[in-house]
């Protein structure tokens, strides 16, 4: 008689929560440098540490993006407000 | 009656057998996440999305959000698929676990069940599901 035998894993999830703000541009490039690199806890310590620093750097580019992109939407956002006749309220999302 | 760790729902294993589920980024089923308080009871035994239990608060409707599918592929012997990060804006919530279902399917039938191991809670902030890394070891949904 053959049997193959199939296993079935779930991931472990994590859950992030703020309050009485949005994430930072810090805390999501985190994030978004763990879904790009994964390092294996099994490997090889020199390997590991040049995963390490090479995700660090991948870490600083996507965190000086994501800050432009912050910048640009608020520009994008005030200028809508001051044609809007917002001119106050513009005038707070500038100074972000 | 409380969560008690993640499972992976016997009946979609059954399903995934007779093409109940399809999972493909682009073409595939529309799947969804829906938080809980602890209240609810799911185990590998939960079938399909109910409200029984479910969370509500500013920022949450019912049914919980839609996901972006990983289109699933292998690694050596392993078969495995994932899902985006799922974010609740500006939510005001409390879950203490969640339920992946498929929302195209008819019934609306589980997947697979999350246990958060406590109450997590936002306010006026952003809820955010952070998903594994889709690999051959980590992915949310395995097969070796």
């Known amino acids: 008689m053959f049997t193959v035998d ?10 992030e929560t703020t309050h009485n703000r949005g994430f ?4 999501l490039s985190v994030d978004c440098a763990n879904k790009i690199i994964s390092i294996s806890q099994s490997a090889d310590p020199v390997l590991r540490q040049q ?8 870490q600083q580019i996507v965190l000086y993006y994501m800050k432009q992109s912050a910048k640009s939407e608020r520009t994008t956002i005030y200028n809508l407000l001051l044609n809007a006749g917002e001119a106050s309220l513009a005038e707070h999302i500038r100074r972000l | 009656m409380a969560f008690s760790g993640n499972y992976m729902c016997t009946s979609f294993k059954t399903e995934l057998m007779t093409a109940t589920h399809n999972f493909p980024n682009s073409t595939g089923n529309t799947f969804k996440l829906a938080l809980y308080d602890n209240s609810a009871s799911f185990t590998a035994a939960t079938t399909a999305y109910t409200t029984s239990n479910e ?3 500013s920022g949450y409707s019912a049914g919980g959000g839609t996901l ?3 289109t699933p592929t292998s690694s050596s012997t392993t078969a495995f698929t994932d899902f985006d990060d799922l974010t609740f804006s500006t939510a ?13 399917a008819a019934g609306d039938p589980s997947v697979v069940v999350l246990d958060f191991g406590g109450d997590k809670t936002s306010t ?12 051959a070891t ?3 949904i395995r097969i070796a």
């Not at chain 1, 620093?53 to 991948?58: E, N």
């Not at chain 2, 006026?124 to 690999?135: C, E, L, Q, R, S």
């Open chain 2, 55 to 57: 969370i509500s608060g």
């Open chain 1, 6 to 15: 199939i296993k079935s894993d779930v991931g472990q999830v994590g859950v």
């Open chain 2, 138 to 140: 980590n992915a949310l």
């Open chain 1, 51 to 58: 995963a390490e620093a090479f995700k660090s750097q991948i």
């Open chain 2, 124 to 135: 006026a902030g952003d809820f955010k599901i952070v998903m594994p890394t889709a690999d």
């Open chain 2, 92 to 104: 005001t919530i409390t879950a203490r676990g969640a339920l992946i279902y498929n929302d195209t």
């Open chain 2, 68 to 70: 972006t599918n990983v």
């Open chain 1, 24 to 27: 930072t541009p810090e805390e």
